[in-house]
C-alpha cells in the first residue's frame, strides 16, 4: 500500500484559501487519492478523489501533477467550522474491490477568526 | 436514507472481560470496515469484508480480536480479554466497492477499558 505524508497541523485565517499537501511516491498506476475531513467525534467524510490532473466539487479542489507522486487539497476561503483534521489516502479504489484505503495520522487545520 | 449506525456508543468494560460491537452498514453497500481510532490518533485499518469473499483481517492487533459479517449486513467487533491499551474509538464504515470506494462512516463507539 502507498504511504503518504502530509504536514502534521496547519494554522490559518478565516476567509483564506488553504493548500494541504501530501507526498506519495510509490504511488501505483491503479491507486486513486482520496481525502477525508473529520471533526472530533464523528468519523470521517469523504470529501474529493482524483487519479490526475485536477477535480473540483462544490466543497475543495485536488491538484494532482503528471507524475502523481503528490497531491494537493485546496479549500477555498476557510471558515472557523472548516477546523478539522484532513486525511490523503492513496489506493485502489475498489475497482479490483480487493484492496481497502489506508488512514494516515492526517493534518490538523486549525482556522482562526 | 439512513446512514452507518454503530452499537453501543459508549462501553465501558473491566479489564480481562469481553466486549461486543456492532455495526449495521449502509443497505447494499458490500464493504464493510473496521478501523481503531486511539485519542489523537489517526485511523488505524482493523479488518474488512468484501461481499462473500473472505476477510482482510491483516489489520488485527492480535489475536483476541476477531470479527464477523452476516452476509451484506450486521457485523460485530469482538474484543476478548480486553486490555487498557484497547481503550478507543472504534469506527465502521461501509461502501459500494464498485464505481468507487467512498467510505461511509459511523458514529463510532467510545471503549473505555479500566
Known amino acids: 500500500l502507498a504511504k503518504t505524508t502530509q504536514p502534521i497541523s496547519m494554522d490559518s485565517y478565516e476567509g483564506q484559501e488553504v493548500n494541504i499537501t501530501c507526498s506519495h511516491n510509490?504511488?501505483?498506476?491503479?491507486?486513486?487519492i482520496t481525502w477525508y475531513q473529520q471533526f472530533p467525534s464523528q468519523g470521517p467524510r469523504f470529501i474529493i478523489q482524483?487519479?490526475?490532473t485536477k477535480v473540483t466539487n462544490e466543497v475543495a479542489s485536488l491538484f494532482i501533477p503528471a507524475d502523481r507522486k503528490s497531491s494537493t487539497l485546496s479549500l477555498p476561503r476557510v471558515s472557523l467550522s472548516d477546523t478539522a483534521v484532513y486525511y490523503c489516502?492513496?489506493?485502489?479504489?475498489?475497482?479490483?474491490?480487493?484492496?481497502?484505503?489506508?488512514f494516515g495520522k492526517g493534518t490538523r487545520l486549525s482556522v482562526i477568526a | 436514507g439512513a446512514g452507518v449506525s454503530q452499537s453501543p456508543s459508549n462501553k465501558v468494560t473491566e479489564k480481562g472481560k469481553d466486549v461486543e460491537l456492532r455495526c449495521d452498514p449502509i443497505?447494499?453497500?458490500?464493504?464493510l470496515y473496521w478501523y481503531r481510532q486511539r485519542l489523537g490518533q489517526g485511523l488505524e485499518f482493523l479488518i474488512y469484508f468484501q461481499g462473500n469473499s473472505a476477510p482482510d483481517k491483516s489489520g488485527l492487533p492480535s489475536d483476541r480480536f476477531s470479527a464477523e459479517r452476516t452476509g451484506e449486513s450486521v457485523s460485530t467487533l469482538t474484543i476478548q480479554r480486553t486490555q487498557q491499551e484497547d481503550s478507543a474509538v472504534y469506527l465502521c464504515a461501509s461502501s459500494l466497492v464498485f464505481p468507487y470506494n467512498e467510505q461511509f462512516f459511523g458514529p463510532g463507539t467510545r471503549l473505555t477499558v479500566l
Open positions: 510509490n504511488i501505483a498506476t491503479n491507486d486513486y
Open positions: 489516502l492513496v489506493g485502489d479504489a475498489g475497482h479490483s474491490g480487493n484492496t481497502p484505503l489506508v
Open positions: 443497505s447494499g453497500h458490500t464493504a
Open positions: 482524483g487519479y490526475k
